[in-house]
């Protein structure tokens, strides 16, 4: 009968420990490289509820963002190296935003809090008609 409750105990403790080893809010990390004119990759997958943090590599020679319009997202943080990026020309202001100039980066953590597909698009003029477009996925 020891036996048996002593395997219980073990069986119980790696349970714990198995369980304790899951973080439901380990963070997401991502790279997004910016070129002229395109973002690698194009199509971004992650998980809604957990938090992101999204560093963009400019590896262009002008500046550019990643911006996705309309997403729902809690907990947006920006470290950004974009001195002077300007998005006055902008009518609706996105809900991500991040940008940086020609061969540097930035980093923009957030949480996704609802699945969707969301158009990313870089807002520089001219650049999302060049075709400087991605999707993130949230599932």
């Given at each position: 009968m020891k036996q048996f409750g002593f395997g219980l105990f073990v069986a119980l403790a790696l349970g714990l420990t198995a369980c304790g080893?899951?973080?439901?809010?380990?963070?997401?990390a991502i790279q997004v490289e910016a070129n002229e004119f395109n973002f690698l990759p194009a199509t971004l997958e992650v998980e809604a509820g957990k938090p992101v943090?999204?560093?963009l590599l400019n590896k262009g020679?002008?500046?550019?963002?990643?911006s996705v319009i309309?997403?729902?997202v809690s907990d947006v943080k920006t470290t950004t190296d974009a001195h002077g990026h300007e998005m006055s020309n902008m009518a609706i202001q996105p809900k991500l935003h991040v940008a940086a100039v020609a061969k540097k980066s930035s980093v923009i953590e957030f949480t996704?809090?609802?699945p969707g597909t969301y158009d990313v698009l870089c807002t520089?003029?001219?650049h999302k008609e060049a075709g400087m477009i991605a999707q993130l996925i949230v599932k």
């Open positions: 080893a899951t973080d439901t809010r380990a963070v997401q943090k999204l560093t020679t002008v500046e550019h963002d990643f309309e997403i729902l996704p809090t609802r520089v003029v001219g």
